[in-house]
């Protein structure tokens, strides 16, 4: 399988736990976005990187998220102190630095207890 | 502020019928679109994309339309199967550079095919 994979599929977490996703691209995508998506609604945007480099958050990520990419390769996302609120799908994309066509793996659930 | 929604929360057809499904937008420097089918359970697939130099763009059993004088952008889907039965998004690139790869969804629309 040469798609975007993500890792876990599923997460259950008591409130207050540190929860942290992976994601890994298509082999030749230079561009990673995360998205989240809740029950019923379209994806939200978070954040992305172009190789290593995080060149944008979206004002929904707060203090509590950091996404990394440190080789331009995986990324990992993590969620401190996780809230409620965080349950949601975290979505991981990929596409080639030219081409918008975005890739998406199958996501990971999270459920926060 | 940026908006992109579809019409209809729900759509039913007959299969063999046509389906259409609607979208609107409300950021005029939007210039990238693009429609992704989503099944229970997965990420979203993409299906095809339009931009906005264009008001048509055909792929295999697919169309989709661009007005951008109303700002509105429509996916059809001929001949719909049962494996058609899916949430539909469409997505637009609100930068306008169609570079950007942040893409502002709508809600979605589900599509029941009907045997």
């Known amino acids: 399988d040469t798609g975007v994979s993500q890792d876990p599929r599923h997460k259950i977490t008591k409130r207050g736990q540190n929860v942290t996703f992976r994601c890994d691209p298509i082999?030749?995508?230079?561009?990673l976005y995360w998205y989240r998506q809740t029950l019923g609604q379209g994806p939200e945007f978070l954040t992305y990187?172009?190789?290593?480099?995080?060149?944008?958050k979206s004002r929904l990520l707060s203090d509590r998220f950091s996404a990394e990419r440190p080789k331009g390769s995986f990324s990992t996302l993590e969620i401190q102190r996780t809230e409620q609120g965080d349950s949601a799908m975290y979505l991981c994309?990929?596409?080639?630095?030219?081409?918008?066509?975005?890739?998406f793996g199958q996501g990971t659930r999270l459920t926060v207890v | 502020g940026e908006n992109v929604g579809l019409h209809l929360p729900t759509l039913s057809v007959q299969e063999g019928d046509n389906s259409i499904i609607n979208c609107a937008y409300s950021?005029?420097?939007?210039?990238?679109f693009i429609w992704y089918k989503q099944e229970s359970g997965k990420g979203p697939q993409f299906i095809i994309d339009i931009r906005s130099n264009m008001d048509k763009r055909q792929g295999q059993r697919v169309t989709v339309l661009l007005n951008k004088t109303v700002k509105h952008l429509s996916l059809q889907i001929a001949a719909t199967q049962p494996g058609d039965s899916a949430v539909y998004f469409c997505?637009?690139?609100?930068?306008?550079?169609?570079?950007?790869?942040?893409?502002?969804f709508g809600q979605g629309t589900t599509l029941q095919v009907k045997p």
């Open positions: 950021n005029s420097a939007s210039d990238y």
């Open positions: 990187f172009q190789n290593e480099a995080q060149l944008e």
């Open positions: 997505a637009e690139d609100p930068q306008g550079s169609g570079n950007t790869g942040k893409l502002i």
């Open positions: 082999s030749e995508h230079n561009r």
């Open positions: 994309a990929s596409s080639r630095q030219m081409n918008t066509e975005a890739f």
